[in-house]
């Protein structure tokens, strides 16, 4: 028999943790699936099991994490780790396999938590062994307690300067920051920092990492251009250009960010509502003020809905368990609104320097637009310029493309090139990406074995 | 003279290419990236061997455009250089059930004295099955081959047809939303959403399931509906599967495609018990499939007429207005391309297709 | 390349990478425990043989696939163990055998 609960909480960074402890107190019954074999998402990963260097070297921010690990723990919701989730249906039934076994559950109301990805950078080379993304980096100081020797960091935005700052503490600095921002995005983004300054915070952060970085000796180059990952076989060097000058710097390992963008995979197998968000460069799904979806049952929390970080991932976790809860009939109405109203009133707060943020650090043009040569696809290896070609035969949306030319049909199911396909149709169109339209998205989220899939009890559907 | 299609799935895109190859002036009209589209969801066979045991005119069909399929590639390499991956070196249907089995081989039978023997197969029992297709598991209790059978990328073929129609001068206009169609012998208006107005003297209207909406100003009854079919893709494996079967093939790309389910629904979402089915077939049939990573799946929309079989049908409303659908697009493409334009205009070269004809759903 | 933030612990495990004997600590992943052996290919891709390695480390990219048992799988998502034998996932070099 599939188990049943009020509420399923998909993901275990800081929104589903703290969705799991708040719905708890409010007598929900909730389970919490995740891949990792711990909680604490792609932020705090590991966060329980790191050792006191790796504390040192991570900051304060990162150990907050167990205190969100330890609500969970402490709530009696059941953890289920190491779960791949490779279905899930509108009315709440949810399908993964754990240790190589499917299992489903089925929950009256779902929070999808599934947090944020790299946001793809495609740039020539980048798909050679040696280039990682800058979240690997951090992933690896986490869990795999090691750390890049004389990396070339590439792209732009906080999380790069924290990578560095945090290498630097180890005692590694980076051989370079390549940053493809330029100072007319500063001056773009003049406006949005009267509202930035309200959330001063985090503008004190930036500052304090800079001067980590500057007094390290770290050599930063900004308004880098044509940017090109080198080497046979795996990364030699890094080639870019800095106002018309050509530099080139060799180094086995490049890291590359430029932003992080929602995790919209089950949202879109979902087909719950999107829109395309002008200053984030992504889809986000449609949430109300409580973080419903566009379906009442299902709530989405956390960097999923729109990008804000760890801090208002956690805030939106309570205020989407609030809302469930409500609807489950475990909050009145009226309870419901005093609870909320403080937590919407911080989670503005937190969020008054996004807009600041993300106009100073637009996302790379060179990999909004990519070379005709460069690969899009990594999967299947498809080059910007196939796209542009299906574009003049026709294709208006990422579907039809993926049919003429197979991007996003590898088993990265277009988390890698989605938003860049929609991006280039979009160019070549003179659609809106809302128009363009995203790839569409079915069962397994994940591979699965055919002999898994043939495991499972179709019987246990009727609940 | 310009003649308009109502539709760019393969359907549409095959008799265009067919059209222009005789020198026609042609509009292809297509809709919209995320419309249902057979096109982009089928499972890429040129399949004869079961079409039409209880319809003789329809199996006959289905032959004479396999057999055509050879030339028809090759042609549409030459214009565009794309590999559709095209093969016919025969197909073998897989059963686990001895009963199944039997029942097929007594239609291909009946087809075969109906034909006078012209209709190749062959029943194979599990061990000589297995020295054909070594790879089968103990519950396969045999199958039938037959020569006739082959497949191809039906995506490659899609987009190759696109490139061709195009190259051809042919114009193809995508995206668009058609509201209405007026008719009138030798005149046809078509407004799209944008207000746009395209004209033209013919119009094939092969929009699939959305001829239903079109047929009727046009003089048809288009009785077509959804039935959904749900197939599976594997990660790449190493080239093993030499023959393809109606539910079983490895693409040419290395993914074995496993398909396809039959419901009588519109809707164009998987579900996991039929997935599973599809899968449990999968390992049945070859074992070593259990360990291979699933990568996808998707459902896509048949366009079924009430006996299953093709429409051709002449509008009896309007001169030269012309409905065409069928569910099997992709083996009937080279006849769609290579026989159909001569019934399209109206050559006395045209096959005779009366019993394909809407009038069959009216006695 | 990566080296270890702190001094190897004792609690390590042996497994095997292709004929290469590798030891990586308790709890690592396939995929830490094979860049901390400098190993940053770990495959050959199905469309053109180019080789790969770990990109995202978050189970997203499939870039770091390699079989262990038969079955591939994401090495970022794959806890090593004592004795795992995992090997590289070569180009499948698939044959369009009978295609025009």
């Given at each position: 028999m599939t188990d049943t609960?009020?509420?399923?909480?998909?993901?275990?960074?800081?929104?589903?943790?703290?969705?799991?402890?708040?719905?708890?107190?409010?007598g929900a019954s909730v389970v919490v699936l995740d891949e990792?074999?711990?909680?604490?998402?792609?932020?705090y990963r590991n966060v329980d099991q790191a050792s006191d260097v790796q504390h040192r070297i991570l900051g304060p921010d990162y150990s907050h994490g167990r205190v969100l690990t330890q609500g969970l723990r402490d709530s009696g919701a059941l953890h289920r780790a190491g779960a791949t989730v490779w279905d899930v249906t509108r009315d709440g039934v949810v399908t993964y396999s754990q240790n190589g076994k499917p299992e489903q559950i089925s929950a009256r109301h779902l929070i999808l938590a599934t947090g944020a990805t790299e946001r793809p950078m495609p740039l020539p080379g980048w798909t050679l062994p040696g280039v990682m993304t800058a979240g690997a980096a951090q992933i690896l100081l986490k869990s795999g307690g090691l750390v890049a020797r004389d990396p070339v960091l590439i792209g732009c935005g906080p999380l790069l300067y924290l990578l560095a700052a945090q290498m630097i503490a180890a005692g590694r600095k980076p051989r370079a920051l390549i940053e493809t921002q330029s100072r007319s995005d500063m001056w773009a983004a003049r406006g949005d920092l009267a509202g930035a300054l309200r959330g001063w915070r985090y503008l004190v952060k930036g500052a304090g990492l800079m001067a980590k970085i500057m007094a390290a000796g770290v050599p930063r180059y900004t308004g880098a251009r044509d940017i090109a990952l080198e080497g046979q076989g795996a990364?030699?060097?890094?080639?870019?250009?800095?106002r018309g000058k050509s530099h080139e710097i060799a180094t086995d390992t490049a890291l590359l960010h430029h932003g992080v963008v929602p995790n919209t995979q089950i949202s879109r197998a979902l087909r719950l509502d999107h829109v395309y968000d002008q200053t984030q460069r992504c889809f986000l799904p449609t949430v109300d003020a409580l973080c419903t979806s566009s379906e009442p049952a299902v709530s989405i929390a956390g960097d999923g809905a729109g990008i804000g970080g760890a801090k208002v991932a956690a805030i939106s976790g309570q205020i989407a368990a609030?809302?469930?809860?409500?609807?489950?009939?475990?909050?009145?109405?009226?309870?419901?609104?005093?609870?909320?109203?403080?937590?919407q009133r911080q989670r503005a707060h937190e969020l008054h320097a996004r807009p600041f943020l993300d106009r100073s650090y637009p996302p790379a043009a060179q990999s909004l637009s990519p070379a005709d040569a460069t690969i899009i696809c990594r999967c299947e290896e498809v080059a910007a310029g196939d796209i542009r070609r299906?574009?003049?035969?026709?294709?208006?949306?990422?579907n039809q493309a993926k049919a003429f030319g197979r991007a996003g049909m590898g088993p990265c199911q277009g988390r890698f090139c989605g938003l860049t396909v929609t991006e280039l149709l979009a160019q070549e169109t003179g659609q809106s990406q809302d128009e363009t339209g995203a790839l569409r998205i079915r069962a397994p989220l994940k591979p699965v074995t055919l002999g898994e899939l043939a495991a499972y009890d179709a019987s246990s559907q009727d609940t | 003279m310009t003649t308009l299609v109502i539709g760019g799935g393969v359907v549409g895109l095959s008799v265009a290419y067919g059209l222009l190859k005789q020198g026609a002036q042609v509009t292809v009209i297509d809709g919209?990236?995320?419309?249902?589209?057979?096109?982009?969801?089928?499972?890429?066979?040129?399949?004869?061997?079961?079409?039409?045991?209880?319809?003789?005119?329809?199996?006959a069909w289905s032959r004479s455009s396999a057999k055509l399929w050879q030339g028809f590639a090759k042609d549409l390499k030459e214009a565009t250089g794309i590999d559709i991956a095209f093969s016919q070196i025969g197909g073998v249907e897989y059963f686990t059930d001895a009963d199944a089995l039997a029942q097929d081989a007594a239609g291909l039978q009946g087809l075969q004295d109906h034909f006078d023997g012209d209709y190749p197969f062959e029943v194979l029992e599990h061990s000589r099955l297995k020295q054909l297709v070594p790879e089968i598991g103990p519950k396969v209790v045999g199958g039938i081959h037959s020569p006739m059978d082959g497949h191809v990328n039906p995506l490659l073929l899609l987009r190759a047809l696109s490139v061709a129609v195009q190259q051809m001068g042919g114009r193809l206009q995508t995206g668009a939303k058609v509201t209405e169609i007026a008719g009138g012998d030798r005149a046809y208006t078509v407004t799209l959403e944008t207000g746009e107005r395209i004209e033209g003297n013919a119009l094939v209207l092969a929009a699939g399931l959305g001829s239903a909406e079109y047929g009727a100003d046009l003089g048809f009854d288009a009785p077509v509906r959804p039935q959904q079919g749900q197939v599976l893709i594997t990660e790449k494996l190493p080239f093993f599967l030499k023959y393809p079967s109606g539910r079983i093939r490895q693409v040419n790309e290395g993914g074995v495609q496993i398909g396809a389910s039959k419901a009588e629904t519109g809707a164009d979402s998987t579900d996991l018990?039929?997935?599973?089915?599809l899968a449990r077939y999968a390992v049945d049939v070859f074992p070593l499939l259990e360990h291979v990573q699933l990568v996808r799946s998707w459902a896509a929309l048949r366009v079924m007429s009430p006996d299953g079989l093709p429409i051709y049908q002449r509008s009896t409303k309007f001169a030269g207005a012309h409905f065409v659908t069928c569910h099997s697009g992709i083996t009937l493409a080279a006849a769609h391309a290579g026989l159909l334009p001569d019934w399209i205009q109206d050559r006395n070269t045209a096959p005779d297709l009366s019993l394909f004809s809407e009038s069959r759903f009216n006695v | 390349m990566f080296d270890p933030l702190e001094p190897q612990g004792t609690n390590q495990v042996q497994f095997q990478f292709e004929d290469r004997q590798l030891s990586a600590p308790q709890g690592a992943t396939v995929a830490s425990a094979l860049l901390g052996a400098g190993i940053t290919a770990f495959r050959d891709t199905p469309v053109s043989g180019a080789a790969r390695g770990p990109f995202c480390l978050m189970g997203a990219c499939y870039d770091c696939l390699v079989s262990i048992n038969g079955v591939t799988v994401q090495a970022c998502m794959t806890p090593v163990q004592d004795g795992l034998q995992v090997k590289r996932v070569g180009s499948r070099q698939v044959d369009s055998e009978g295609a025009v």
């Amino acid at each position: 028999m599939t188990d049943t609960f009020d509420i399923a909480i998909l993901g275990a960074g800081p929104a589903g943790m703290a969705a799991a402890a708040r719905a708890t107190q409010l007598g929900a019954s909730v389970v919490v699936l995740d891949e990792q074999p711990n909680p604490g998402g792609q932020i705090y990963r590991n966060v329980d099991q790191a050792s006191d260097v790796q504390h040192r070297i991570l900051g304060p921010d990162y150990s907050h994490g167990r205190v969100l690990t330890q609500g969970l723990r402490d709530s009696g919701a059941l953890h289920r780790a190491g779960a791949t989730v490779w279905d899930v249906t509108r009315d709440g039934v949810v399908t993964y396999s754990q240790n190589g076994k499917p299992e489903q559950i089925s929950a009256r109301h779902l929070i999808l938590a599934t947090g944020a990805t790299e946001r793809p950078m495609p740039l020539p080379g980048w798909t050679l062994p040696g280039v990682m993304t800058a979240g690997a980096a951090q992933i690896l100081l986490k869990s795999g307690g090691l750390v890049a020797r004389d990396p070339v960091l590439i792209g732009c935005g906080p999380l790069l300067y924290l990578l560095a700052a945090q290498m630097i503490a180890a005692g590694r600095k980076p051989r370079a920051l390549i940053e493809t921002q330029s100072r007319s995005d500063m001056w773009a983004a003049r406006g949005d920092l009267a509202g930035a300054l309200r959330g001063w915070r985090y503008l004190v952060k930036g500052a304090g990492l800079m001067a980590k970085i500057m007094a390290a000796g770290v050599p930063r180059y900004t308004g880098a251009r044509d940017i090109a990952l080198e080497g046979q076989g795996a990364l030699t060097s890094v080639r870019f250009t800095v106002r018309g000058k050509s530099h080139e710097i060799a180094t086995d390992t490049a890291l590359l960010h430029h932003g992080v963008v929602p995790n919209t995979q089950i949202s879109r197998a979902l087909r719950l509502d999107h829109v395309y968000d002008q200053t984030q460069r992504c889809f986000l799904p449609t949430v109300d003020a409580l973080c419903t979806s566009s379906e009442p049952a299902v709530s989405i929390a956390g960097d999923g809905a729109g990008i804000g970080g760890a801090k208002v991932a956690a805030i939106s976790g309570q205020i989407a368990a609030l809302g469930a809860a409500c609807q489950l009939g475990l909050l009145t109405p009226h309870a419901l609104q005093s609870a909320v109203a403080p937590l919407q009133r911080q989670r503005a707060h937190e969020l008054h320097a996004r807009p600041f943020l993300d106009r100073s650090y637009p996302p790379a043009a060179q990999s909004l637009s990519p070379a005709d040569a460069t690969i899009i696809c990594r999967c299947e290896e498809v080059a910007a310029g196939d796209i542009r070609r299906f574009a003049k035969l026709g294709c208006k949306g990422p579907n039809q493309a993926k049919a003429f030319g197979r991007a996003g049909m590898g088993p990265c199911q277009g988390r890698f090139c989605g938003l860049t396909v929609t991006e280039l149709l979009a160019q070549e169109t003179g659609q809106s990406q809302d128009e363009t339209g995203a790839l569409r998205i079915r069962a397994p989220l994940k591979p699965v074995t055919l002999g898994e899939l043939a495991a499972y009890d179709a019987s246990s559907q009727d609940t | 003279m310009t003649t308009l299609v109502i539709g760019g799935g393969v359907v549409g895109l095959s008799v265009a290419y067919g059209l222009l190859k005789q020198g026609a002036q042609v509009t292809v009209i297509d809709g919209s990236d995320t419309d249902a589209r057979a096109s982009r969801g089928n499972f890429g066979l040129v399949w004869i061997q079961g079409k039409g045991a209880k319809a003789p005119h329809y199996a006959a069909w289905s032959r004479s455009s396999a057999k055509l399929w050879q030339g028809f590639a090759k042609d549409l390499k030459e214009a565009t250089g794309i590999d559709i991956a095209f093969s016919q070196i025969g197909g073998v249907e897989y059963f686990t059930d001895a009963d199944a089995l039997a029942q097929d081989a007594a239609g291909l039978q009946g087809l075969q004295d109906h034909f006078d023997g012209d209709y190749p197969f062959e029943v194979l029992e599990h061990s000589r099955l297995k020295q054909l297709v070594p790879e089968i598991g103990p519950k396969v209790v045999g199958g039938i081959h037959s020569p006739m059978d082959g497949h191809v990328n039906p995506l490659l073929l899609l987009r190759a047809l696109s490139v061709a129609v195009q190259q051809m001068g042919g114009r193809l206009q995508t995206g668009a939303k058609v509201t209405e169609i007026a008719g009138g012998d030798r005149a046809y208006t078509v407004t799209l959403e944008t207000g746009e107005r395209i004209e033209g003297n013919a119009l094939v209207l092969a929009a699939g399931l959305g001829s239903a909406e079109y047929g009727a100003d046009l003089g048809f009854d288009a009785p077509v509906r959804p039935q959904q079919g749900q197939v599976l893709i594997t990660e790449k494996l190493p080239f093993f599967l030499k023959y393809p079967s109606g539910r079983i093939r490895q693409v040419n790309e290395g993914g074995v495609q496993i398909g396809a389910s039959k419901a009588e629904t519109g809707a164009d979402s998987t579900d996991l018990p039929t997935l599973q089915d599809l899968a449990r077939y999968a390992v049945d049939v070859f074992p070593l499939l259990e360990h291979v990573q699933l990568v996808r799946s998707w459902a896509a929309l048949r366009v079924m007429s009430p006996d299953g079989l093709p429409i051709y049908q002449r509008s009896t409303k309007f001169a030269g207005a012309h409905f065409v659908t069928c569910h099997s697009g992709i083996t009937l493409a080279a006849a769609h391309a290579g026989l159909l334009p001569d019934w399209i205009q109206d050559r006395n070269t045209a096959p005779d297709l009366s019993l394909f004809s809407e009038s069959r759903f009216n006695v | 390349m990566f080296d270890p933030l702190e001094p190897q612990g004792t609690n390590q495990v042996q497994f095997q990478f292709e004929d290469r004997q590798l030891s990586a600590p308790q709890g690592a992943t396939v995929a830490s425990a094979l860049l901390g052996a400098g190993i940053t290919a770990f495959r050959d891709t199905p469309v053109s043989g180019a080789a790969r390695g770990p990109f995202c480390l978050m189970g997203a990219c499939y870039d770091c696939l390699v079989s262990i048992n038969g079955v591939t799988v994401q090495a970022c998502m794959t806890p090593v163990q004592d004795g795992l034998q995992v090997k590289r996932v070569g180009s499948r070099q698939v044959d369009s055998e009978g295609a025009v």
